[in-house]
Protein backbone atom coordinates (compact mmCIF):
# COMPACT_ATOMS: atom_id res chain seq x y z
CA UNK A 1 0.00 0.00 0.00
CA UNK A 2 1.06 3.31 -1.19
CA UNK A 3 1.92 5.76 1.61
CA UNK A 4 2.75 9.24 2.23
CA UNK A 5 2.12 10.88 5.49
CA UNK A 6 3.69 14.09 6.49
CA UNK A 7 4.12 15.66 10.19
CA UNK A 8 5.59 18.55 11.89
CA UNK A 9 3.09 21.12 11.16
CA UNK A 10 1.56 23.50 13.78
CA UNK A 11 0.89 27.06 15.06
CA UNK A 12 3.94 29.30 14.79
CA UNK A 13 4.49 32.88 15.68
CA UNK A 14 6.06 35.07 12.44
CA UNK A 15 9.78 34.53 12.35
CA UNK A 16 9.92 31.22 13.48
CA UNK A 17 10.69 27.81 12.51
CA UNK A 18 8.98 24.09 11.49
CA UNK A 19 10.30 21.21 10.23
CA UNK A 20 8.07 19.23 8.11
CA UNK A 21 8.59 15.37 7.58
CA UNK A 22 7.05 13.78 4.86
CA UNK A 23 7.90 9.65 5.69
CA UNK A 24 7.34 7.06 2.05
CA UNK A 25 6.10 3.21 2.08
CA UNK A 26 4.66 1.21 -0.42
CA UNK A 27 6.77 2.03 -3.64
CA UNK A 28 10.18 2.44 -4.71
CA UNK A 29 11.19 6.09 -2.56
CA UNK A 30 14.80 6.04 -4.14
CA UNK A 31 13.06 6.37 -7.60
CA UNK A 32 10.93 9.14 -7.01
CA UNK A 33 11.88 12.88 -6.63
CA UNK A 34 9.38 14.52 -3.28
CA UNK A 35 7.70 17.51 -3.94
CA UNK A 36 6.04 19.87 -1.39
CA UNK A 37 2.83 21.72 -2.68
CA UNK A 38 0.80 23.82 -0.51
CA UNK A 39 -2.82 25.25 -0.63
CA UNK A 40 -4.48 28.29 1.32
CA UNK A 41 -7.87 28.79 1.84
CA UNK A 42 -9.39 30.20 -0.79
CA UNK A 43 -6.61 29.82 -3.16
CA UNK A 44 -4.59 27.16 -5.82
CA UNK A 45 -2.59 24.41 -4.73
CA UNK A 46 0.97 25.70 -5.37
CA UNK A 47 4.66 23.95 -5.61
CA UNK A 48 6.79 24.75 -3.22
CA UNK A 49 9.71 22.99 -3.74
CA UNK A 50 11.34 19.38 -4.49
CA UNK A 51 14.34 17.55 -4.60
CA UNK A 52 15.30 15.11 -7.17
CA UNK A 53 15.55 11.18 -7.01
CA UNK A 54 19.19 10.04 -7.85
CA UNK A 55 21.52 13.82 -7.64
CA UNK A 56 19.59 15.45 -4.88
CA UNK A 57 18.86 18.82 -7.14
CA UNK A 58 17.06 21.25 -5.24
CA UNK A 59 14.28 23.59 -6.36
CA UNK A 60 12.46 26.02 -4.66
CA UNK A 61 9.59 28.75 -5.53
CA UNK A 62 11.04 32.22 -5.24
CA UNK A 63 9.28 33.33 -2.07
CA UNK A 64 10.57 30.74 0.08
CA UNK A 65 14.00 30.88 -1.69
CA UNK A 66 16.60 31.49 1.19
CA UNK A 67 14.14 30.72 3.96
CA UNK A 68 13.02 26.85 3.08
CA UNK A 69 15.67 24.14 2.91
CA UNK A 70 14.82 20.60 1.69
CA UNK A 71 16.46 17.38 1.94
CA UNK A 72 15.83 13.63 2.00
CA UNK A 73 17.34 10.88 4.04
CA UNK A 74 16.97 7.83 1.65
CA UNK A 75 17.79 5.06 4.46
CA UNK A 76 14.92 6.76 6.38
CA UNK A 77 12.66 7.06 3.20
CA UNK A 78 11.82 10.29 4.67
CA UNK A 79 11.97 14.10 3.05
CA UNK A 80 11.98 16.83 5.11
CA UNK A 81 11.29 20.75 4.56
CA UNK A 82 12.81 23.02 6.86
CA UNK A 83 11.33 26.33 7.25
CA UNK A 84 12.60 29.90 8.55
CA UNK A 85 12.10 32.86 9.08
CA UNK A 86 8.17 31.97 8.65
CA UNK A 87 5.67 34.53 7.57
CA UNK A 88 1.85 34.97 7.99
CA UNK A 89 1.81 34.59 3.85
CA UNK A 90 3.13 30.63 4.39
CA UNK A 91 0.06 29.64 6.24
CA UNK A 92 -1.60 26.78 4.29
CA UNK A 93 -1.72 22.79 4.19
CA UNK A 94 1.59 21.58 3.35
CA UNK A 95 1.54 17.89 0.86
CA UNK A 96 4.12 16.21 -0.55
CA UNK A 97 3.56 14.12 -3.59
CA UNK A 98 6.28 12.07 -5.20
CA UNK A 99 6.85 12.08 -9.38
CA UNK A 100 9.01 9.49 -11.10
CA UNK A 101 12.84 10.78 -11.19
CA UNK A 102 13.01 14.18 -12.02
CA UNK A 103 10.93 17.19 -10.44
CA UNK A 104 8.05 18.54 -12.02
CA UNK A 105 6.27 21.88 -10.68
CA UNK A 106 2.50 20.96 -12.04
CA UNK A 107 0.79 19.04 -9.35
CA UNK A 108 -1.01 16.62 -12.24
CA UNK A 109 2.07 14.87 -12.97
CA UNK A 110 2.61 13.44 -9.19
CA UNK A 111 2.06 10.19 -8.87
CA UNK A 112 1.49 10.00 -4.94
CA UNK A 113 0.08 12.36 -2.49
CA UNK A 114 0.27 12.53 1.23
CA UNK A 115 -2.70 13.24 3.29
CA UNK A 116 -1.18 17.22 4.11
CA UNK A 117 0.00 18.91 7.58
CA UNK A 118 -1.58 22.60 8.38
CA UNK A 119 1.13 24.98 8.76
CA UNK A 120 -0.52 28.42 10.47
CA UNK A 121 1.69 31.26 10.93
CA UNK A 122 0.43 34.04 13.82
CA UNK A 123 1.46 35.79 16.41
Known amino acids: QVQLVESGGGLVQPGGSLRLSCTAS????????IGWFRQAPGKEREWVSCISSQDGSTYYVDSVKGRFDISRDHAEKTVYLQMNSLKPEDTAVYYC????????????????WGEGTQVTVSS
Open 26 to 33: GFTFDYYA
Open 97 to 112: AATPIACETEFFKYDY
